[in-house]
């Protein structure tokens, strides 16, 4: 028996719902404001060169600042999924934690769209504070109210407050290293140096996922048709490997894309140290991924056979492939090698979902939109990146980083699904 259980229903399907649309709205208003905002900046400081002045005007601010209606009608979805039991039952349920949580859901939709956009966008930091500070006692709100609504203890507390700590954190990190977030703030004008590669994002996927798993889930009653979550070695294996190759990732490319020297097998170590920007952890958080397979759901270790041996080899064959041959071509702008490795890359992943979902059910559900989602993700990063494809093609650093890349929400919501499949016993 899993310790907890995801019951595919409305409570669960009309939270993930609300999740995804709240998260993709955040993104595209987020990411309009950063490209278009920090434009019109630049139109602006042309018009007032002669005299030092940069005068935005109000209307290119707000033509840069979309309404949030996605983000909206996502928490409003969030809200409603409180009405329904984490038994995956149609029948509404009033009871007063449900109701506190769907206020509390209300409350943070409402505080974090229109009010706080308008705060940045004039740069009223008084506003802002208030606000932040009501959204942090919201969060705290939402966390414990939604803990107490599922029933499951420690548990849901554990992962609905750790969940809530990585959304406001991530937003903290995104803040600081995007165009129009602390430096538009405090200076009045964008981040001179903005960072596609930093943990605000992922943190942001991987913080809603935590809390959706805590408010959504169930340990009680008849437990099919959704999602099981052992609290094992296997797990923790998992996820410790399989989202722990986000960071690991985001360290080697994070090196290249802020200038680091490639001195063969990675680069110099000025950022992160030698080791870190060295394809060696990202061998060993591959191999680990594989091992995981070998874990029973009562810690013990399976028997060895064909199929775990195979997806072993297959976890050290992706190493090799994308942790050398790719990060190399990379390194050496030989576009042409790169997409040649990138192909098998692909394959690799494939073949990898199709392993890890042999047996069929849920696992495979899970594992090939992973595989999906982690492909996607590099791809279009590396679209958006510094030292990426535009790099590689003209010779130059890319004159417009996206920090609001959508390659890593995909790439940490890919890893995740990932590690979620393979932490499922195989039969």
Wanted: charge should be positive; proline fraction near 5%; glycine fraction near 10%.
């Amino acid at each position: 028996m899993p310790d907890i259980f995801i019951e595919f229903g409305p409570r669960s399907l009309l939270s993930l719902a609300g999740v995804i649309t709240l998260i993709s709205g955040v993104w595209y208003v987020d990411r309009t404001w950063d490209e278009k905002g920090s434009a019109a900046y630049t139109r602006a400081l042309l018009k007032g060169k002669n005299n030092g002045n940069v005068v935005i005007p109000i209307e290119e601010l707000k033509a840069a600042f979309p309404f949030p209606i996605a983000f909206l009608i996502g928490w409003l979805l969030f809200a409603v999924s409180y009405l329904f039991p984490t038994s995956g039952g149609f029948k509404p349920e009033f009871e007063t934690p449900n109701i506190i949580a769907l206020v509390f859901s209300l409350i943070l939709g409402i505080v974090a769209s229109v009010p706080m956009g308008d705060a940045v966008m004039t740069r009223n930091a008084s506003k802002k504070k208030k606000l932040s500070m009501l959204f942090l006692v919201s969060w705290i709100g939402l966390s414990i109210a939604s803990s107490i609504s599922t029933g499951n203890g420690v548990p849901s507390f554990i992962l609905c407050f750790l969940g809530a700590i990585s959304i406001i954190l991530s937003m903290k990190i995104l803040w600081k290293n995007r165009k129009m977030g602390d430096a538009w703030e405090a200076e009045g004008k964008p981040n001179p140096n903005p960072v596609v590669y930093n943990m605000g994002g992922p943190l942001f996927i991987f913080g809603w996922f935590l809390f959706w798993v805590g408010m959504s889930s169930t340990n009680a009653g008849t437990l099919e048709n959704g999602i099981p979550f052992y609290f094992n070695f296997r797990t923790a294996l998992a996820f410790i490997a399989g989202c722990g190759m986000v960071p690991i990732v985001m360290m080697i490319d994070y090196a290249h894309d802020e200038g680091g020297k490639y001195v063969g097998m990675g680069t110099d170590g000025a950022h992160f140290g030698r080791l870190f920007e060295s394809p060696i952890p990202f061998f060993t958080f591959w191999t680990l991924f594989g091992l995981s397979s070998f874990l029973a759901f009562d810690n013990s270790i399976l028997e060895i056979d064909t199929r775990k041996l195979l997806l072993l080899a297959n976890c050290i064959l992706q190493a090799t492939v994308a942790g050398i041959f790719i990060q190399t071509a990379l390194y050496k702008k030989n576009a042409g090698l790169k997409n040649k490795f990138s192909m098998l890359f692909v394959l690799l992943f494939l073949a990898l979902a199709f392993n890890i979902g042999y047996d069929g059910g849920i696992a495979r559900y899970l594992a090939f939109p992973g595989a999906i989602l982690v492909i996607l993700g590099q791809k279009t990063v590396f679209g958006n990146r510094k030292r990426g494809d535009y790099w590689m093609i003209n010779d130059e650093v890319n004159p417009n980083p996206i920090v609001y890349s959508v390659g890593e929400p995909l790439f940490m919501a890919g890893w995740i699904l990932l590690s979620i499949a393979i932490s499922i016993p195989m039969i």
